[in-house]
């Protein structure tokens, strides 16, 4: 116990010795005196210290995976680094910080100024580019197999600290967008500047070839083609009407309503209450004897908005039926969107199909922000405990396990809802 004590304490002398030229100068400033006389390193501290007060306040519970202890020698760390880092660097430590936490939902504003052309994914044999510029068309399909001189799993490895997560499947939606964003390869280690990129990548031949990218701003219209997006190409449904939060087709050969329910909130063209009334009367005057309801794109929101739909649902003979009413779930699936996913699991006799979701189902959420006093930096955090199941599964997993590879992608195959469109009772 005393070592304990004897910690702590120590711990307060550093925390208040590198915080200590901050208040001197708050506390000498003359009252009608700009607060933007402060020096750029008293400002950081000052926004530290802020984080470091109120962070732990307004958190449900910030210390539920990490300690008090090591939150303070974080921030103490970062507060002592102040003159010799860069804002890009001490950006990075406060990413690295949010990380530590545990709570996916609890994150330091991230924002990227440009970008390397190249979507990236991870699919069930490896990392492949799913889309890129006209002018690199060749890299299009390929596999990824180097940053600069950094091979693809240590890639992964070096991100994975800067990024809150709670369970593989959430790492695997989010690592890619931080694999062709110049600042953080530079700032990591993975590439030597923030200019040019070099990818090594790997044809369907297994020949190795290497692109070199430059990296463009994000604020210019970049024009990114997908393999299956050249006539007669068309995206496979879930791809289509991305600029919807939620939109349905009927396929009349199978005669399924498909559901795409992109975001839990409501257009400003049209609320889900009217879109799920119409839907609904569509079903009456129609033969629906199936419907798929695709969650794998839906990164969250208000989960209240779709809880009428499923109640109205769960009473309707003609489709929730085990075999007739099926529900898309992945890495994407987050936050409200599990919610959602859990429901109709509970509430009908929905079968799940697709991979894990990225929502760990006992997680702390509902989301709330702040913003630190003189970088401006967004910092969200949750405010409330979501215990959805008994013990504590890193996922909700799916009925029937559906993994898509780069094949299925690049010819526009969607084993996911081809496995519902399919299945037999």
């Known amino acids: 116990m005393r070592s304990v004590i004897v910690f702590r304490c120590v711990l307060t002398t550093v925390l208040c010795a590198v915080f200590a030229s901050a208040h001197a100068v708050v506390a000498q400033t003359a009252p009608e005196a ?39 020698r974080e921030i103490a760390r970062i507060a002592e680094s102040v003159p010799k880092f860069s804002d890009a660097e001490i950006r990075l430590a406060l990413w690295r910080l949010t990380a530590m936490i545990g ?14 052309p190249l979507g990236l994914y991870q699919f069930s044999d490896g990392v492949f580019v799913a889309a890129t510029t006209e002018e690199h068309k060749a890299a299009l399909g390929a596999r990824l197999v180097k940053i600069g001189k950094t091979d693809i799993e240590q890639a992964k490895k070096i991100v994975r600290s800067i990024i809150p997560v709670e369970n593989e499947s959430w790492f695997k939606q989010q690592f890619p967008n ?47 083609i997908r393999p299956f997006d050249a006539s007669p ?24 309503l498909y559901l795409n329910y992109r975001r839990c909130a409501n257009m400003p063209s049209q609320p889900f209450s009217k879109f799920a009334e119409a839907m609904l009367k569509f079903m009456d005057e129609n033969s629906v004897e199936r419907m798929v309801i695709d969650l794998r794109l839906n990164g969250g929101g208000n989960s209240a908005i779709f809880d009428p739909f499923i109640a109205a649902l769960s009473k309707r003979q003609d489709v929730n039926q085990s075999g007739k009413l099926f529900v898309l779930i992945g890495r994407g699936t987050f ?35 702040m913003t ?35 094949w299925d992608y690049a010819s526009g195959r969607d084993p996911v809802l081809e496995r519902a469109l399919n299945y037999k009772r």
């Open 233 to 256: 190409g068309k995206p496979p449904l879930y791809l289509q009407n991305a600029d919807q939060y939620y939109w349905r087709e009927y396929l009349a050969g199978s005669k399924t």
């Open 372 to 406: 630190l006093p003189h970088s401006k930096l967004l910092v969200q955090y949750s405010t409330k405990y979501f215990k959805t199941m008994d013990g504590d599964p890193p996922t909700l997993t799916p009925d029937i396990l559906v993994e898509r590879s780069s």
């Open 34 to 72: 700009s607060r933007s006389e402060l020096s750029r390193e008293d400002k950081w501290r000052e926004d530290l210290k802020y984080l470091a007060v109120e962070l732990p306040k307004r958190h449900k519970n910030l210390f539920f995976k990490i300690t008090r202890e090591q939150f303070d």
């Open 335 to 369: 936050s409200s969107a599990y919610l959602n996913a859990l429901r109709l699991k509970r509430d009908t006799k929905a079968i799940l199909i697709g991979e894990p979701t990225g929502q760990r189902p006992n997680a702390y959420g509902e989301v709330k922000t």
């Open 178 to 224: 931080y694999l062709n964003d110049p600042e953080i390869l530079y700032l990591l280690k993975i590439l030597p500047s923030t200019g040019e990129g070099e990818f090594t990548l790997k044809d369907r031949n297994g020949k190795l070839f290497v692109v070199k990218l430059r990296a463009v701003s994000t604020k210019e219209e970049i024009k990114l």
């Open 103 to 116: 709570d996916a939902h609890t994150r330091i504003q991230y924002g990227r100024e440009k970008v390397y």
